[in-house]
């Protein structure tokens, strides 16, 4: 089994910043693209960022530009999404979602590739 866990969430005043970490652990033989992504109350879930397995082809949505920047470090398995010059706005549970090849068995040697999703951490900006 792969999982995902978001950690690094919290309470944040109007122009703050936060560091937000997700790890990934498994049998995992490579993680392709990974991604951000965001829901509040009320609202429908939406992508925040996204990261090529590289870490040198980066998406961001509109709203985040310039403000959050998302990366990643291969050896660890775990990518990042810093967010500066906070908002009530950016109030929300933040998810982590990775395209990821595993080892689905070891005999014989299978691998499958599949999306999973992290639990979400929440962020809440506020004064």
């Known amino acids: 089994q792969v999982q995902l866990v978001e950690s690094g969430g919290g309470l944040a005043q109007p122009g703050g910043s936060l560091r937000l970490s997700c790890a990934a652990s498994g049998s995992i033989v490579s993680i392709n693209a990974m991604a951000w992504y965001r829901q509040a109350p009320g609202k429908e879930r939406e992508l925040v960022a996204t990261?090529?397995?590289?870490?040198?082809?980066?998406h961001y949505v509109d709203s985040v530009k310039g403000r959050f920047t998302i990366s990643r470090d291969n050896a660890k398995n775990t990518a990042y999404l810093q967010m500066n010059s906070l908002k009530p706005e950016d109030t929300a549970v933040y998810y982590c979602?990775?395209?990821?090849?595993?080892?689905?068995?070891?005999?014989?040697?299978?691998?499958?590739?599949?999306?999973?999703w992290g639990q979400g951490t929440q962020v809440t900006v506020s004064s």
């Open positions: 990261i090529a397995s590289s870490g040198g082809d980066t």
């Open positions: 979602n990775a395209e990821v090849t595993k080892t689905l068995r070891t005999i014989p040697l299978t691998f499958r590739t599949e999306t999973y």
